[in-house]
């Protein structure tokens, strides 16, 4: 079946390193996105890819990165420099936002 | 700019009531689309309905039933006779046109904690 995989479903970071959080898909989406989700605060937009091998910041970009080097994937990475990680990050991708997204089931960052 | 303002943080009623869940949207787009997503405690967000500006006409799918109404930037949802499964975040969303300058992302709201009591 088509979708979206991400992983792992739960990490756990010590403070000053650097993660990885994997966002595969197979629905031979262009576009691909990350969002963040706090409680309360709904859904942010931290990056988002159009094509691959470009793409472009979202509301809150700072202390993240990104790649696009392949139409499948499109992994996110919490640097040191993001103050507060601990949060729970939604990969999605759309064959055209006119319909919409297709979600992963997400990855929950703790700092310990 | 768009934005998509739920006004209800939450709600919670007791199985077999009716339940209307707000959702007022701002865009400068006249062709737009709206959303409607369910966050279910597992977490991944499932696709419920997608209404493009120009179609007007309320829609009903089983309990579930939305109210898209332009002249009050409005796109309203709700579920009769809920049940305890109902209990998740209700995200209403918002994108524009190809090629317009809101293309490429949808723009959320803050989402609706329902919680539905046996």
């Known amino acids: 079946d088509g979708g979206i995989t991400q992983s792992p479903k739960y990490l756990f970071r010590k403070e000053g390193q650097n993660v990885t959080l994997s966002c595969e898909q197979n629905l031979n989406h262009d576009a691909m996105y990350w969002y963040r989700q706090d409680p309360g605060q709904g859904l942010r937009l931290i990056y988002y890819s159009q094509i691959v091998n470009d793409f472009q910041k979202g509301d809150i970009a700072e202390g993240y990165s990104v790649s696009r080097e392949k139409k499948e994937s499109f992994p996110l990475t919490v640097t040191s420099a993001q103050k507060n990680p601990t949060a729970f990050y939604l990969c999605?991708?759309?064959?055209?936002?006119?319909?919409?997204?297709?979600f992963g089931s997400g990855t929950r960052l703790t700092v310990v | 700019a768009q934005k998509v303002t739920q006004a209800q943080t939450e709600i919670s009623v007791v199985e077999k009531e009716d339940v209307t869940l707000d959702c007022v949207y701002e865009t400068r787009d006249t062709t737009y689309y709206l959303f409607w997503y369910k966050q279910p405690p597992s977490g991944e967000l499932v696709f419920l309905i997608r209404?493009?500006?120009?179609?007007?006409q309320n829609e009903i799918s089983g309990r579930y039933s939305w109210n898209f109404q332009k002249s009050t930037s409005s796109f309203n949802f709700t579920i009769t006779a809920s049940q305890v499964v109902d209990s998740a975040v209700y995200f209403c969303?918002?994108?524009?046109?190809?090629?317009?300058?809101?293309?490429?992302?949808?723009?959320f709201g803050q989402g609706t904690i329902l919680t539905v009591h046996p």
């Open positions: 999605a991708s759309s064959i055209g936002t006119v319909y919409g997204y297709t």
């Open positions: 969303a918002l994108s524009g046109p190809t090629g317009g300058t809101s293309y490429g992302k949808l723009t």
């Open positions: 209404r493009n500006s120009f179609d007007e």
